[in-house]
T-cell receptor, first 116, second 112 residues
């Protein structure tokens, strides 16, 4: 079955440590996204990528980094510079649609990150 | 600043009733509109997408879009306890490509 796989489901970060969240999709989607969701909050965009080897910062990119070396993969690194990383992290992907008709985003199951 | 606003609720309706969820958005350059359902502790799942003014129906769900008034709504007919979740509205703007802007969501509880 096609879908978006995020791993791990739960992740714990120690002080000063970088951690990497994995996101893989086999939907042949061009665009991929990373969101952060805090309790009772909406989704805030961290980074997005519309094609391989290209990505753009979202609204809250500070303390995060990404790469897009393959169409299927869009890993997110939470660096030690991100002082409040505890949140639910969601990866999404979408097709490129015709002009003025954006395609819906589909989400993975998410990764919960906590500080030890 | 592009904004998407939803009443956070909680909204409670009895089983079998119609639940009405509303979303307003800023800017008239908006393009596409989506409703997602998110169960507690889970990721959002797409319910409806709507691109042009008017109503779009899919089973018990109807999305209504009014671009002149800058609102989009979701009606859930014959509400079931399994519909209890948070509903997220998402909007894209023509100048920002496929970047989605999400509201904070409305919590719906369907009372058996």
């Amino acid at each position: 079955d096609g879908g978006i796989t995020q791993s791990p489901k739960y992740l714990f970060r120690k002080e000063g440590q970088n951690v990497t969240l994995s996101c893989e999709q086999n939907l042949n989607h061009d665009a991929m996204y990373w969101y952060r969701q805090d309790p009772g909050q909406g989704l805030r965009l961290i980074y997005y990528s519309q094609i391989v080897n290209d990505f753009q910062k979202g609204d809250i990119a500070e303390g995060y980094s990404v790469s897009r070396e393959k169409k299927e993969s869009f890993p997110l690194t939470v660096t030690s510079a991100q002082k409040n990383p505890t949140a639910f992290y969601l990866c999404a992907s979408s097709r490129q649609g015709p002009p003025r008709s954006n395609q819906p985003q589909h989400f993975g199951d998410g990764t919960r990150l906590s500080i030890l | 600043q592009k904004e998407v606003e939803q009443n956070s609720g909680p909204l409670s309706v009895p089983e079998g009733a119609i639940a009405s969820l509303n979303c307003t958005y800023s800017d008239r350059g908006s393009q596409s509109f989506f409703w997602y359902r998110q169960y507690s502790g889970k990721s959002p799942e797409l319910i409806m997408s709507i691109y042009s003014n008017g109503d779009k129906e899919d089973g018990r769900f109807t999305a209504q879009l009014n671009k002149a008034s800058q609102y989009v709504s979701l009606l859930i007919r014959d509400s079931q306890p399994s519909d209890s979740a948070t509903y997220l509205c998402a909007v894209t703007w023509s100048l920002t490509g496929n970047q989605f802007y999400f509201g904070t969501g409305t919590s719906l509880t369907v009372i058996p």
